[in-house]
């Protein structure tokens, strides 16, 4: 049976903490280093539903994407609704461990997931990272879909694709327009539309398209937006980083259980339909 640090050890190994940006919080949350580790939840958000989950299940880790203090706090207090987190957490020997901007960045990486996800074959990074010699680490990805489809059926399948969510799949572009080259980036991607359009795709798939950048994108050059919910596009790499540490655990003969959490997080929960036509 390994202890907290093997894991975090294993984890780190296929999403090195020095691949996060300067301005990430990742690494281990809560938890007791030398504590057994018998069962893992591995999910996008830490939040309190995701920690009841956990409980319930009589998880020993939690592995998020999304950190609990991304800029830093004062305290933990059980008066506010993260400090209820980490109380749970450590009232019932449950640690915490977060895998971001590395995890976005690794290869195989969340925007790998994605693409996977809605059948897109990666071809390489969108923003290639300087210190990979192999040219695969970066942020977002580039691929092919194979044989091309219109804009309307990639959305369709996009929508299949990604776990269900309230808010769905918004497009911009022509609905008859071939799809064939496309860009994708799990979670916020509009501040990454001047590497879209040297990329040269037909479409670009990512989340949390604000007015103004996803406005001015579309008059700069025809490539086509789909704007996913955040949680949606992040969530297919919850799959991948439970085989990467099936496979850590195989290779060194450790009986871990693991599980990705089916709850949805995505914030909106409904969505009321307009009569619109294009």
């Known amino acids: 049976m390994p202890n907290l640090s093997d894991v975090i050890t294993a984890l780190e190994e296929v999403y090195p903490p020095q691949w996060a940006e300067s301005w990430d919080a990742v690494g281990l949350v809560c938890g007791d280093p030398r504590a057994e580790v018998r069962r893992v939840l591995f999910a996008v958000d830490p939040v309190q539903t995701v920690v009841d989950e956990a409980v319930e299940w009589g998880a020993d880790l939690v592995v998020t994407h999304h950190p609990l203090y991304l800029r830093g706090t004062t305290s933990v207090a059980a008066t506010t609704f993260k400090g209820r987190v980490v109380h749970t957490l450590i009232s019932n020997g449950i640690a915490l461990h977060v895998a971001h901007t590395n995890a976005d960045h690794a290869d195989p990486g969340v925007s790998d997931a994605l693409a996977e996800a809605v059948g897109v074959r990666v071809t390489g990074p969108l923003v290639p990272d300087p210190t990979d010699p192999l040219g695969r680490r970066g942020g977002g990805r580039v691929g092919l879909l194979e044989p091309p489809l219109t804009l309307s059926t990639f959305a369709a399948q996009v929508a299949k694709g990604l776990p269900a969510t309230a808010a769905g799949v918004r497009v ?21 539309f001047a590497e879209v359009r040297a990329a040269g795709v037909d479409a670009y798939l990512t989340a949390d398209l604000r007015h103004h950048p996803a406005s001015e994108a579309a008059e700069a050059a025809p490539v086509a937006l ?37 709850r949805v997080t995505d914030p909106w929960t409904a969505h009321a339909p307009m009569s619109f036509t294009a």
Do not use: F, Q
């Open 226 to 262: 789909l704007d996913a919910a955040h949680w949606a596009t992040e969530w297919p790499w919850l799959a991948l980083a439970e085989r990467a540490l099936h496979g850590a655990a195989e290779k060194r003969g450790w009986a871990v259980e693991t599980k990705v959490s089916h």
């Open 172 to 192: 911009s572009g022509d609905p008859n327009r071939l799809i064939s080259r496309v860009a994708v980036c799990g979670g916020s991607g509009d501040s990454l």
